[in-house]
Every structure is written in C-alpha cells, then in structure tokens.
C-alpha cells in the first residue's frame, strides 16, 4: 500500500516558511518521495505500518496549514493514469536546418 501526504502550507512569514522547509525536510528524511509539489508519496508494507507513518507524519506537523493524508492500495495506487501537456519543440532537426555554402 502507499501513503500519500498531501500539504498546503503558508509561507508568508519568515517562520511559515521555515516551518514548510522543516515539514518537507522531514517526509524526505522519512522516505517520502515527490510526486508534485506539495504531494509526497511512500511504500508501506501493510496497514500497521501505514498507520505508524500516519502517526508519525501527525507529531511532525507544522502548526499552521493544511496536510492530508490517504491510504491507498498499490493495485488502486498502479491504477493511476498520468496526463501530461503536449511537448512543444520549435528546434528543426530536419535537412531544414543544413546550410549550403
């Protein structure tokens, strides 16, 4: 299974956003992997483990902000379906690009 911690946290004080740094610190240190901004990813082998993570992730929250967490299966987590945006290119790597001299 894998937990996903899921965080908005503000950053407008010079103390928001040591606390953000520390946060993100932490779940890196713990073996939690980016997935997108504000979104960390991390195996656990069952649901004891899961829920010391969870736990764990609960002691270490910053004081202000919003984090969530969920739970998720790897059969639903394998499910997952990435989109991304068109890849532009305006580079020319045809015979367009050879100049005679």
């Not at 010079?14 to 610190?25: G, L, P, Q, S, V």
């Not at 504000?38 to 992730?57: C, E, F, H």
């Not at 998720?72 to 068109?86: N, W």
Request: charged residues 25%; glycine residues 4%.
């Amino acid at each position: 299974m894998r937990v996903l911690v899921m965080f908005d946290l503000p950053t407008e004080t010079a103390e928001n956003r040591r606390n953000y740094t520390k946060f993100r610190k932490y779940l890196i240190k713990s073996g939690f992997m980016m997935m997108q901004q504000s979104v960390y990813v991390r195996l656990a082998l069952n649901q004891t483990n899961a829920k010391g993570m969870i736990d764990s992730v609960k002691k270490n929250k910053p004081p202000e902000g919003l984090v969530q967490i969920i739970t998720i299966t790897e059969k639903q987590y394998s499910k997952m379906e990435i989109i991304s945006g068109e890849y532009s290119n305006d580079t020319v790597d045809t015979d367009e690009r050879l100049l005679m001299l």
